[in-house]
């Protein structure tokens, strides 16, 4: 089995920023890919970025020039650097890695709890 752990969610102001870390462990052989994704209230959830262990990137068009996604891959870590915040970056943030697991190898999605992020004056 496969752990996310998230951190880094609070409340800011708007224009203000904050930076989301999430942490894989266990049963890892390799993640291909890393990824943040949101969900607003009465929302589905949508792509925010997605990072590969080349750090190529893709992000959510709502977010990109404002958001920067980063990886640390000895770490098994995922980061998000948020600028520019606005309010409808209100969600909760949910980390993604797709992970090949360690001994067995199979390939599976594995999500963090979520952390909430709040943008308000």
């Known amino acids: 089995q496969v752990q996310l752990v998230e951190s880094g969610g609070g409340l800011v102001q708007p224009g203000g920023s904050l930076r989301l870390s999430c942490a894989a462990s266990?049963?890892?052989?390799?993640?291909?890919?890393m990824g943040w994704y949101r969900q607003a209230p009465g929302k589905e959830r949508e792509l925010v970025a997605v990072i590969t262990s080349t750090s190529r990137t893709n992000y959510g068009d709502s977010v990109k020039g404002r958001f920067d996604a980063s990886r640390d891959n000895a770490k098994n870590s995922v980061f998000l650097q948020m600028n520019s915040l606005k309010p409808e970056d209100t969600a909760i943030y949910y980390c993604?890695?797709?992970?090949?697991?360690?001994?067995?190898?199979?390939?599976?999605?594995?999500w963090g709890q979520g952390t909430q992020v709040t943008v308000s004056s």
């Open positions: 266990g049963r890892i052989f390799s993640i291909p890919a």
């Open positions: 993604k890695a797709d992970v090949f697991e360690g001994g067995t190898l199979r390939r599976n999605d594995y």
